[in-house]
């Protein structure tokens, strides 16, 4: 009889839990119990493959990563509303490539200072700002790794750099390769290594920075053709 009854408490307090998402409330199959159950669900059973959830909020507070990293032990029993917002995935796309037109001129911009100081002697200097030049060209390749991934199937003018004619006829460029940056960010390694810094300031200056500044001219083409399928989705 105790058993009976705890189970139907239990029931009620799940019932109480309301999930809603974009602002609709989803109705659950009874197997769902936990927050991971949930996600899992909702990407793979209610999303299209044009949008991704974005925000998830417990009672009002946002998911953290420890959070989703924990989501297989928290019951969905123990909130009163589960709310979930989506986004397209073109949209984030285009957030993307929209941030990288400030950051790509500013990788240009420290390649240059970083061999100015390496050509003067000013090692320490030249090599600290390459290191953050990296990292930032790390964060664009990534993105564009991101991208490529996400719309290879159905956008193959992501797929290699060529020329292609937008719908206003005018051409554009796609992503350039990364492997021949991989190249040559090891050829650099090899440079620093040997301590070699009149090798790598010819590298950045000759192959590296030429490399940038054509993201930089391939970006706006690419940005347009993101925003103008964006706003027909």
Request: charged letters at 30%; zero cysteines.
């Amino acid at each position: 009889m105790a058993a009976t009854l705890e189970r139907k408490t239990q029931t009620a307090k799940a019932a109480a839990a309301k999930v809603l998402l974009d602002h609709k409330e989803l109705r659950l199959p009874d197997n769902i119990k936990t927050v991971q159950d949930l996600l899992i669900h909702v990407q793979a059973a209610v999303l299209t493959g044009d949008r991704v959830l974005q925000t998830i909020l417990l009672d009002g507070e946002k998911l953290s990563e420890k959070g989703e990293r924990d989501a297989h032990t928290m019951l969905l029993s123990d909130y009163r509303q589960v709310e979930m917002e989506t986004r397209k995935v073109l949209d984030l796309a285009v957030d993307g490539l929209t941030d990288a037109q400030d950051v790509v001129p500013a990788i240009a911009a420290d390649l240059r200072e970083s061999v100015k100081l390496l050509r003067v002697g000013d090692i320490e200097g030249g090599v600290e700002m390459l290191h953050e030049s990296v990292q930032m060209m790390d964060w664009y390749i990534e993105l564009v790794h991101a991208i490529e991934a996400v719309f290879h199937a159905n956008k193959p003018w992501l797929r290699q750099k060529h020329a292609e004619h937008t719908m206003d006829g005018e051409e554009f460029m796609t992503f350039q390769s990364k492997t021949s940056l991989m190249e040559k960010f090891n050829e650099l390694e090899q440079y620093q290594e040997a301590q070699d810094y009149t090798g790598v300031a010819d590298l950045m200056e000759y192959d590296i920075l030429p490399m940038v500044e054509e993201w930089g001219q391939e970006l706006p083409g690419i940005l347009a053709k993101m925003k103008a399928e964006s706003a027909e989705a």
